[in-house]
């Protein structure tokens, strides 16, 4: 009994490696959109918390620093700085009052299968996968909504999202060897790049002041610290104590 074996020429073996390497990079990059994503969640959600614990304080901080400097200004009319830092006073206030006053839950803590499905709606939808402006600005827009529905942990949302792709999904004509080589080539060039995006975009969020400030907080909890709550009192005794001093200068000033 004869077998028989498939030769294949060098350009079709390079496409069935390119193939292999494009599949792995599509789990990679799937892996590193969900990694973002939760980062991302999770800041969010703890912005929310931190404003609705200490937001209003702070706001309430300025507004009274703003008095100081106000009557300040009237002590001493002549020192232009105390009405522009009154100003500036009054206007971070402001910035903190317009904050959402929504209350959040404590973490962002999605399940398992919600990953999952994250991931596979990512590998078919994904932008470096277009073949066409147009593609990829569609792609774009899925996956933006991809985002807004894990973060909302929209189970829903994200399946109605992987229907409508599989409605219009684009119907790419047979193409030869040589052209297939191609495709797959930037394929996996536009995902090597979008990784090194996706590294440098969670290490630039690592270091910003909420992330470290969330990160702070994450290790007091640890040790049985509310380290929020914490700055919290903080921030009320300093209102405290700049209110009396708003007493003390309105009285100098009558």
């Known amino acids: 009994m004869s077998s028989v074996i498939q030769i294949l020429s060098p350009q079709a073996e390079e496409l069935q490696a390119r193939r292999r390497e494009l599949a792995e990079l599509r789990r990679k990059l799937a892996d590193k959109e969900l990694e973002l994503s939760t980062e991302k969640a999770q800041l969010h ?3 929310r918390r931190y404003q ?3 937001g209003q304080m702070y706001a309430e901080l300025d507004q009274v620093k703003a008095q100081v400097l106000g009557l300040a200004s009237k002590l001493f009319p002549k020192a232009e700085n105390f009405r522009q830092e009154a100003e500036s006073a009054r ?3 402001r910035e903190f009052q317009e904050e959402d006053p929504e209350k959040p839950g ?18 078919r939808i994904h932008p470096d996968l277009a073949d066409s402006p147009a593609e990829r600005e569609r792609r774009h827009d899925l996956m933006a909504q991809l985002n807004q529905a894990y973060d909302s942990l929209d189970e829903a949302a994200i399946h109605a999202i992987l229907t409508e792709w599989e409605a219009e999904e ?12 191609v495709r797959v080539v930037s394929q996996v060039a536009q ?13 630039d969020l690592t270091l910003t002041e909420m992330y470290q400030l969330k990160k ?10 509310d380290l ?20 003390d200068l309105a009285y100098d000033f009558i």
């Open 91 to 93: 206007e971070q206030a």
């Open 106 to 123: 404590k973490v962002f803590n999605p399940p398992e299968n919600l990953k999952k499905l994250f991931r596979r709606v990512a590998k």
């Open 170 to 181: 684009p119907l790419h004509e047979k193409l030869e060897v040589g052209e297939q080589l």
């Open 216 to 225: 702070n907080i994450e290790s007091a909890e640890l040790e049985g610290r």
């Open 45 to 47: 959600l703890f912005e």
């Open 52 to 54: 609705n614990v200490v």
């Open 228 to 247: 929020l709550r914490e700055i919290a009192d903080d921030i009320e005794e300093k209102i405290k104590k700049t209110k009396t001093r708003i007493r």
């Open 191 to 203: 995902i090597k790049k979008r990784l090194v995006a996706i590294s440098d975009e969670l290490e």
